[in-house]
């Protein structure tokens, strides 16, 4: 672990923002032009092996081709590290209202569809990885490390599921591989955890999780939530479907769906 003040390549450590399972971000600012403030994200010394070492590279990789609005631009990049832009407002949970949530699930819908139209699959859509400007004007889409493109080994049968198991499509924890619907599920249950709390599946082991996700129907919120209108239900529920082809033909056109059934039942 970087503390404030440590030299890092030609960044110095202001503090740390986060630490994950095998890396930790810290706010830096660049030792020549000390306005110029980034994020940089290392590896720690015990997870550089040569699995989250790609993962890191990928990550880079992905993200450095896009050019969105509302997906990270990174920066630079070393065997173990990487620099991208430093987005001060933190996690989308700190957004308070339900309008504003569905603000940022809107711009992460068309960051989603604009990856898609390149053949890029995320894989790992959920609330950890979409950051808000502190205004809450703007959210950023974040973490390309477990992303593919469309066009990667098709027959490619994925051994565990890197993905976070809430968000996880059933396609994923099958091992078959993923598609742009993947992106609109995982980004459902993201909806879902922004608009009531928590995702759509709550069990708390994984063999449960799994259980759910494959053969469990989407729960109906609006039974137990006073204020979700019943249509809510039946939108989420399609891009919940089990099987792909039976969701929305993009994240754009599933976001506004529910902001529109949210809308009407807060008129």
């Known amino acids: 672990m970087l503390s404030t003040g440590d030299r890092f390549e030609d960044y110095v450590v202001d503090e740390v923002l ?12 660049d030792a020549e032009h000390p306005a110029r403030v980034v994020a940089l994200k290392i590896l720690d010394e015990h997870s550089r092996d040569r699995a989250r070492v790609a993962r890191l590279r990928r990550e880079y990789e992905f993200a450095h081709r896009l050019d969105h609005p509302h997906i990270v631009t990174v920066y630079e ?41 390149r053949a890029i699959v995320h894989c790992d859509v959920k609330p950890a990885n979409i950051l808000v400007e502190p205004d809450g004007s703007r959210a950023v889409l974040i973490d390309f490390g477990v992303a593919v493109t469309i066009t990667d080994d098709i027959g490619r049968r994925p051994t565990q599921v890197e993905a976070s198991l809430p968000y996880s499509a059933p396609e994923l924890i099958a091992g078959r591989a993923p598609t742009e619907a993947t992106d609109e599920y995982a980004l459902a249950c993201t909806a879902i ?75």
């Not at 986060?18 to 600012?29: D, F, Q």
């Not at 949970?93 to 504003?100: A, E, M």
């Not at 709390?197 to 006073?226: K, M, Q, T, W």
Request: glycine fraction near 10%; hydrophobic fraction near 40%.
């Open 18 to 29: 986060g630490h994950g399972g095998s890396a930790t971000v810290y706010r830096v600012h």
């Open 193 to 267: 955890e922004l608009i009531t709390g928590a995702p759509p599946f709550r069990e708390d082991s994984r063999v449960g999780l799994v259980d759910a996700h494959l053969h469990r129907p989407p729960p109906r919120l609006s039974r137990e939530i006073d204020w979700l209108p019943r249509a809510f239900d039946s939108i989420t529920a399609k891009a919940l479907s089990k099987a792909p082809a039976d969701r929305y033909h993009s994240c754009r056109e599933f976001i506004a769906l529910i902001a529109r059934a949210l809308h009407s039942r807060a008129g």
């Open 77 to 117: 990049r070393g065997r173990g590290w990487l620099t991208m832009e430093f987005i001060a407002g933190g996690g989308v949970q700190r957004l308070r209202t339900i309008p504003d949530r569905l603000g940022a699930l809107g711009q992460i819908a068309d960051a989603l569809d604009y990856i898609h139209n």
